[in-house]
């Protein structure tokens, strides 16, 4: 049994006023930690951000201050916790027929926004203080990718409606459900089969297993700010007015440039049908996360991550420390010269522009020319390298051509 140490505290009798002293029988090791409570001030940025944000007082900075302090305790974390944290998931992971693979963020990422907390915005670190995507988030991306998947073969922009048909489970359900299948071609009624056993359905869970997603090194956390023009008018008192003053609301991200650690398993034998099943569901986890972004605020570009590097195949997740190196993007090439010989009906012009918007849901997206500040749409067809998502803010160089009197978006590149 630990060696017991009484830690005294001050008591004062409210009859006499006389001061006493209360004793209480605790570990040893607890009293002296207890005692060294103002030299070691908790270091982990989740407890901090949950139940030890410091309070100043009154004051428009608070909250800014409150995030800074955590921002600070993240970069005093235990490096060592994390890579033993690295090993024992890995672990976990392939324990249930799963094989890891890294993919790094875009851009800043924001997990749990909408969590309540003493700072009124929210953001999910895991018990030891690190940030992490909940493993019912990342089922959430790879779900919401296959099922975009299957309403394109099917020609549908009826989500719910489809998400209905295949996730109902009972016995008219499923009747209703075979019905629908026996219309669709034979590529659409395998994938629907295939959604339904790695999801699963109301009636049964799915064989997939999603992981929770772990940085593979240690990240960096940044603030970022909504800068909301019309407090007044959000909050229901008046109209949005031009006299308003703007209310900056502070929150927390993930650096650009972070790997996270993902693993899909799967439940029972993985034979080689499970194999094919874990692997497309794996499959549709990368495109979710690199087309449909993860977290909040993926209509501003936030949450993209990039696609695996052809370096880099999936499950190669090795150590934690080299892994983030190996997977950091490759080095943008030289802006490519403008074409010698441009088509002569469709003479390209390049300019440079700011991405306003970019929707992967819409495929389409609006940049705003840097010199002229003209405004215009894209299509996705536009964008030269494959799979890149331009998030808000991003430099762009773009190309145009007269159409009927109107400039048109034919060509977008990283600046």
Not at 172 to 188: H, I, L, N
């Amino acid at each position: 049994m630990p060696q017991q140490r009484h830690q005294n505290r001050a008591h004062v009798d409210r009859a006499s006023g006389a001061q006493s002293e209360v004793r209480y029988p605790i570990p040893a090791a607890s009293a002296q930690a207890f005692a060294r409570r103002d030299q070691n001030k908790p270091q982990n940025p989740g407890l901090i951000f949950d139940r030890f944000v410091p309070d100043w007082g009154p004051q428009p900075t608070l909250k800014r201050d409150g995030l800074e302090a955590v921002r600070r305790a993240a970069e005093r974390v235990d490096k060592q916790l994390l890579r033993e944290w690295n090993t024992r998931w890995q672990a976990c992971a392939r324990a249930a027929n799963g094989e890891p693979f890294g993919l790094t963020t875009d851009w800043r990422l924001i997990a749990g926004l909408g969590r309540k907390g003493p700072l009124e915005v929210g953001f999910t670190f895991h018990r030891y203080g690190f940030p992490i995507l909940p493993g019912s988030s990342v089922k959430g991306v790879a779900r919401a990718w296959a099922l975009l998947q299957i309403a394109e073969k099917v020609g549908t922009t009826e989500l719910k409606e489809l998400d209905g048909i295949l996730s109902a489970d009972g016995d008219k359900e499923r009747e209703k459900y075979e019905d629908w299948k026996a219309g669709q071609p034979a590529e659409v009624q395998k994938l629907a089969d295939d959604f339904r056993t790695i999801f699963g359905t109301t009636a049964a869970a799915g064989r997939a297993v999603f992981f929770d997603a772990i940085p593979a090194s240690l990240p960096t956390l940044e603030l970022d700010i909504m800068n909301p023009h019309y407090p007044k008018y959000y909050g229901g008192e008046e109209p949005p007015t031009d006299w308003q003053s703007p209310v900056p609301v502070y929150f927390l991200t993930v650096a650009a440039n972070t790997e996270f650690c993902f693993a899909v398993g799967w439940r029972g034998t993985l034979d080689d049908e499970g194999r094919r099943l874990r692997d497309q569901a794996q499959q549709w986890l990368k495109d979710g996360l690199t087309q449909l972004g993860a977290g909040a605020k993926t209509s501003a570009g936030y949450g993209y991550f990039l696609p695996p590097q052809p370096s880099q195949p999936a499950g190669a997740v090795s150590q934690p420390a080299a892994t983030t190196q190996a997977l950091q993007p490759a080095p943008t090439s030289p802006t490519p010269a403008l074409p010698a010989t441009p088509v002569p009906s469709e003479e390209l012009v390049w300019r440079t522009g700011t991405v306003r918007e970019y929707r992967p849901d819409k495929r389409a997206g609006r940049l705003v020319d840097d010199e002229t500040g003209e405004e215009l749409p894209f299509h996705q067809e536009a964008i030269e390298e494959k799979g890149w998502s331009p998030g808000k803010k991003h430099k762009v160089r773009y190309a145009v051509v007269e159409r009927e009197g109107r400039r048109v978006v034919v060509k977008v590149q990283r600046a």
